[in-house]
């Protein structure tokens, strides 16, 4: 059995390709793994956030992995600032960090960019090796990931063979899973970038919580081309190429099986059956989500992961103090 670490952050609520990229996997790989899902509450930080929304968001964040079918029988699901060990061993890591190779890191140089670096949190700089410590607490195998975060990944790597080489070898060194079908949901108004919460054209993206309506209209407008012919071709088709891997996520139907599907048919009818795929598949999530986000049931899942995470996480926490020499070792 295989040890799997995944952290998302409670920044918004998440969109339709991160269900698709992610949550339904996470579902899948309970099954045979030991699996710690954390809400990475600190790691939003970086950033200014209102204290009271991201309150909300991260109860709003955990209702979705158990809505979506994250089972607490079956794996641990806690909030990161609620397990002290991450912290501690985050400012260990920092201390076996290299500045250049943190300035190194793609989105700190996009945050960062221009070279005013007077308002930028240096949170920002340091979060890395707080992830890495997020990921190495547990013993982690296998870390499912965007591409996006390989790069951080690549780090935790090295982090976990420095520390290993210079003090004991306490750490799993973790490999990256990036899932190969749907790992990028792409923009519904602009297939050549990334579907993201953050965009600031709602049109381009499908949270899960979007009424039938609104998913809907938000397809109905999703950018397509002239041909009128479904057919999957990444390169000159980028926005039906789309739509059919977000069909083909939500039905699971193949890509071929679809293209016969829309054969004769118009781009109307195709985004009506991609809404109707998308609405089937999140509506059952949203209803379960209603009942959890305000629950006490909610409340003592938290809690039962936070203590189940703590206890893993303060084992590792004591090797990695040992293995560097801080605090005492006690006379007996």
């Known amino acids: 059995m295989k040890t799997i670490f995944s952290g998302i952050q409670p920044s918004g609520t998440l969109t339709l390709g991160n269900y698709i990229g992610a949550m339904k996997h996470f579902t899948e790989m309970q099954e045979d793994n030991n699996c710690y899902f954390c809400i990475v509450d600190e790691h939003a930080i970086t950033v200014p956030q209102d204290r009271l929304a991201l309150r909300n968001n991260i109860r709003s964040l955990a209702s979705l992995y158990l809505a979506s079918g994250i089972d607490p029988e079956k794996s641990t699901l806690f909030i990161q600032s609620e397990v002290s060990a991450h912290t501690q061993l985050g400012w260990m ?18 945050k960062s960019a221009g070279g005013e670096k007077e308002g930028v949190s240096a949170g920002l700089l340091t979060y890395p090796p707080l992830m890495a410590s997020d990921i190495l607490l547990y013993k982690t ?10 790069q951080h990944l690549e780090l935790t790597r090295n982090l976990a063979q420095r520390f290993n080489n210079k003090f004991n070898d306490i750490f799993t060194v973790p490999e990256v899973s990036i899932p190969k079908e749907g ?26 919580l979007d009424d039938e309506k609104k998913i809907l209209k938000k397809i109905k407008s999703a950018v397509t081309d002239s041909d009128g012919i479904v057919k999957y071709d990444k ?35 195709f985004k009506q059956g991609v809404a109707e795929a998308v609405i089937n598949i999140l509506k059952p999530i949203q209803e379960r989500y209603k009942t959890l986000i305000d629950s006490e049931e909610l409340d003592n899942i938290l809690d039962t992961g936070a203590e189940k995470a703590s206890f893993e996480a303060n084992k590792m926490l004591r090797k990695a103090k040992k293995a560097m020499g801080l605090g005492r070792v006690k006379k007996k």
């Open 93 to 110: 890591l920092q201390c076996v960090s290299y500045i250049g190779e943190l300035e190194r890191m793609t989105q700190f140089k996009e």
């Open 141 to 150: 195998d296998i870390v499912p990931v965007g591409d996006d975060q390989k």
């Open 235 to 269: 390169e000159h088709k980028p926005g039906v190429s789309n739509l059919l891997t977000i069909e083909s996520a939500c039905s699971g139907l193949s890509i071929n099986e679809l293209e016969q599907k829309y054969e004769g048919k118009g781009y109307g009818d």
């Open 183 to 208: 790992a990028r949901i792409m923009s519904l108004q602009d297939p050549t970038k990334k579907m993201s919460k953050s965009d600031e054209n709602q049109k381009a993206f499908i949270s899960m």
